[in-house]
């Protein structure tokens, strides 16, 4: 009779997968439909192998804790997943780790302090008005319109200006760094997915064109950068503070090839995120009558017929929570660490160089913190239901030292936004149209948003 080994470390449980290749097709399949698969199956901790990496996935708010938060030095950004993003995005906040990460953190936060981001949030809602004004037509005709491709411009236009502020070249720029961030986003994920591609130097063509959209996004962004240094006045934007920033030891600034990597990387996260969520809000509002009539209740309560401003943000309550439920439901489908050392998660053993999954998307639906997990109701985030919920049952922006460091001015955005268009416009789905999410970086939908627009006041 054989017997186990008391010694032995105890493993998380998992499916067996395929010999060498593990888990690997079944990824490739449906990631977010597997993932979800073996953690109903085997609970909040599974271990698999895909190619003949140890991989963990984690979905449990007490485990997510001590990898992002407790023991996050463990849990480093040296993994397959992040290595084609540096193609594109170099050693910006997202891509970056240990040491250097660091440092960058430190020289960037006073960018983000909370009253520079009310302040840059000024234009938010002159820009939004401005850039809705040709919708009228639409509402006027019956017609209907790309929703989601209209969240992605507006947010791309308030990246930019947030950004930039001067300096861009009209709206064909605008357009140009929209259509290259999409080119090299898709590269990075295409690289992600096929491993053994050709080396970025072999002319085929889906190189070329990342090539060439690298080379768009970049002399845009140094043109700018030049024009920038050589002014004796500095505009009041994300650039200037950039380029201001000193490290309080050294003295010392970000270098050009730091600022850009730092600026292409909060063009990604300035756009995507912010034009996906508020793309989901306009889908759930349209679904759920009810809630949107208490939307407008505030709305009508709190603004009456003028503008929203940012100081009245601490009073749009119920319009941040029709937000939060919205990154619940449609946050970051999966993010992944690398575990540098061995450590235990959980009681169970996790070896050095182990994967380590996250899934947004499952915890937020863990039926253990959210009862009918798929159903859209903002009230899960009023304080008294809020109040007993474990900090990592919900984290659209991460969490420990690495949350994410634009996250107050995406929110800010995102409550403007809401507030302005739905002062203005109810929006209802064009029956039939076909809504799937699509699973990337972001969770975005996969065939737009074709929606018509009910005026809501006579101005609109």
Known sequence: MVTANPTAPRLAPGPRGTFLLGSLLDLRRDLIGF?????????????FTVAGFTVHLVTHPDHLRHVLQVNSKNYDKQSHEYRPLKLAFGEGLFTNDGDSWLRQRRLMQPAFHRQRILKLGEFIVADVVERIAGWQSYAERGESLDVAAEMVNLSMNVATKSLFSTGLRGDGEVDTIARSLDTVINYCLYRTMVPFAPPPKVPTRRNRDFTTAMAELDGIIYRIMGERRAQDTQPYDLLSMLLEARDEDTGEGMSDRQVRDEIATLLLGGYETTSNQLSWAWYELSRNPEIEARLHEELDRVLGDRLPTVADVPQLEYTNRVLEETLRLYPVPWLER???????????????????????????????????????????????????????????????????????????????????????????????????????????????????????????
């Open 338 to 460: 690398r575990a540098a050392g061995t450590d235990t998660l959980g009681g169970y053993h996790v070896k050095a160089g182990s994967l380590i999954y996250i899934s947004p998307y499952l915890t937020h639906r863990h039926p253990d913190f959210w009862e009918d997990p798929e159903r859209f109701d903002p009230d899960r985030f009023t304080p008294e239901r809020s109040a007993d919920r474990p900090r990592f049952a919900y984290f659209p922006f991460g969490g420990g030292p690495r949350l994410c460091i634009g996250n107050r001015l995406a929110q800010l955005e995102a409550q403007l936004t809401l507030a302005t268009i739905a002062q203005r416009y109810r929006l209802r789905m064009v029956p039939g149209h076909p809504v799937e999410a699509k699973m990337q970086v972001t969770t975005s939908p996969r065939h737009g948003l074709r929606m018509t627009l009910e005026p809501r006041r006579p101005s609109a």
């Open 35 to 47: 993932l979800g698969q073996v953690s109903a199956e085997y609970g909040d901790i599974v271990r």
